[in-house]
């Protein structure tokens, strides 16, 4: 009886113990091949070697980058502004307060360019004087001098729009002047008054 049940527990551990070789070499085996292939699923229900997964968030701020020089500004410097007024102010002035323009010129303060062109020509000046003799009135002849006021203007500004080049051929009289014509289409507005300026035209006047 008692070898019986020896015998009996002699072949149950000798099945243990062949049971474990097995699981061992099955082991090693799913090792081996492991290499190779992709491990089975005991073993990697056993053995499971990956790491977690983890959620890759964006950054709140973009990374700093090192400002920019700002690109260089033309500055262009505006031209100084020139006070006319008070140019104007500081030339010789004739009877009534009017700018003086003929001894402006003699005394060298201003020197007329020949035109708003830089490519005009200077035109010379012609010294030439005009008489103007009423008449019925001799006595208030009137003289024009070409010189000063070809220094200024060209002889295009006057002839023949405003005065014929033919002497006697414009009806000139103190009446049309006085309305802004011949003589006056300057004079009263930015050369000396009419009214005022007798005896720089009639030169028998008393001054």
Same mark, same amino acid.
């Given at each position: 009886m008692r070898s019986s049940r020896r015998a009996a527990l002699r072949f149950a551990s000798r099945l243990v113990r062949l049971g474990c070789i097995i699981a061992a070499a099955s082991y090693a085996g799913a090792l081996l091949l492991s290499g190779c292939t992709s491990p089975p699923p005991v073993v990697l229900?056993?053995?499971?070697?990956?790491?977690?997964?983890?959620?890759?968030?964006?950054?709140?701020?973009?990374?700093?980058?090192?400002?920019?020089?700002?690109?260089?500004?033309?500055?262009?410097?505006?031209?100084?502004?020139?006070?006319?007024?008070?140019?104007?102010?500081?030339?010789?002035?004739?009877?009534?307060?009017g700018t003086d323009w003929v001894r402006a010129l003699n005394e060298g303060l201003i020197k007329p360019k020949p035109g708003l062109d830089a490519s005009a020509e200077d035109q010379p000046a012609l010294d030439l004087d005009v008489e103007l003799v009423p008449r019925d009135a001799p006595d208030f002849k009137a003289t024009y001098p070409h010189k000063p006021h070809t220094q200024i203007?060209? *002889?295009?500004? &006057? %002839?023949? $729009?405003?005065?014929?080049?033919?002497?006697?051929?414009?009806?000139?009289?103190?009446?049309?002047?006085?309305?802004?014509?011949?003589?006056?289409?300057?004079?009263?507005?930015?050369?000396?008054?009419?009214?005022?300026? *007798?005896?720089? &035209? %009639?030169? $028998?006047?008393?001054?």
């Open positions: 229900a056993l053995f499971d070697t990956t790491p977690p997964k983890h959620r890759v968030h964006s950054p709140r701020r973009p990374p700093y980058e090192t400002p920019k020089p700002p690109p260089p500004v033309d500055v262009q410097e505006e031209a100084p502004q020139i006070d006319w007024a008070a140019l104007l102010d500081q030339l010789p002035k004739e009877a009534a307060g203007l060209a *002889c295009a500004n &006057c %002839h023949p $729009a405003i005065f014929q080049m033919e002497k006697g051929a414009d009806p000139i009289t103190m009446e049309k002047i006085f309305a802004g014509e011949y003589c006056g289409r300057c004079h009263g507005k930015v050369a000396f008054d009419v009214a005022t300026g *007798c005896p720089r &035209c %009639h030169l $028998a006047m008393p001054r």
